[in-house]
């Protein structure tokens, strides 16, 4: 089965532009979450959606950052405008109502 | 609000080494706990749980036992491999219904030949 597929899986671009990430869960879970991985941070939670609806977004940085799930299949984490202290990796976890959440390979994205 | 603390990196043993990674929490009530394994280039992955006090969790020979007294849950396996070398992330969730994981820094593990 597939697992939870995130594109791209690299990103450079310069600071000020507009970056999107991309999401695609695994069929039939009901939860998507967005996190962001940094040496300083750590793991952190930006947003949780459930059943395509936004439920946590209390880790969303500011409002640079929105995150939409359009439908159960796609989600996207965008920046706008980008800056460079947003250079991380971030990944894209799904799971099925309280069981595991199973993690994307995840964006590692870079702003110049 | 709550909160991991593990036990900063890195580790370095020898194959078929003990290992130990500590791991505390702060929570209220009894917030189920995990340890996630994540190896390079890729995301991470549930090695193992235990959702409440004096459960152990265990997979591919690594054990966690769910501490309430002393709120930890450190992981531990007999004998290293080569192919444990990793990072390995202590996370809860709360009781209460929310979907929220905490993690722990992560703690980076490598076993040597």
């Known amino acids: 089965d597939a697992g939870v597929i995130q594109s791209p899986r690299h990103e450079v671009t310069e600071m000020g532009q507009e970056v999107t990430l991309r999401c695609k869960p695994i069929?039939?879970?009901?939860?998507l979450f967005w996190y962001r991985q940094t040496m300083m941070r750590g793991l952190e939670l930006l947003i949780y959606?459930?059943?395509?609806?936004?439920?946590?977004d209390s880790g969303m940085p500011e409002d640079r950052f929105s995150a939409k799930m359009p439908n159960a299949s796609f989600s996207t984490l965008k920046i706008q405008p980008s800056e460079p202290r947003d250079s991380a990796v971030y990944f894209c976890?799904?799971?099925?109502?309280?069981?595991?959440?199973?993690f994307g390979d995840g964006t590692r994205l870079s702003i110049l | 609000g709550d909160s991991v603390t593990q036990m900063e990196g890195p580790v370095t043993l020898s194959e078929e080494a003990f290992l130990t990674i500590n791991c505390t929490y702060t929570?209220?009530?009894?917030?189920?706990l995990f340890w996630y394994v994540q190896y390079p280039g890729e995301g991470l992955q549930l090695l193992l749980k235990?959702?409440?006090?004096?459960d152990k969790g265990s997979n591919k020979g690594f054990e966690a036992t769910y501490r309430k007294e002393t709120t930890s849950f450190h992981l531990e396996k007999g004998s290293v491999q080569v192919s444990d070398s990793a990072v390995y992330f202590c996370?809860?969730?709360?009781?209460?219904?929310?979907?929220?994981?905490?993690f722990g820094k992560g703690t980076k593990l490598t076993v040597n030949p």
């Open positions: 235990a959702t409440k006090a004096d």
């Open positions: 959606f459930n059943n395509n609806v936004p439920i946590d």
């Open positions: 929570a209220t009530g009894y917030p189920s």
């Open positions: 996370a809860l969730r709360s009781q209460g219904g929310s979907e929220k994981l905490v």
């Open positions: 069929s039939g879970h009901d939860y």
């Open positions: 976890a799904s799971s099925l109502g309280g069981g595991p959440q199973h």
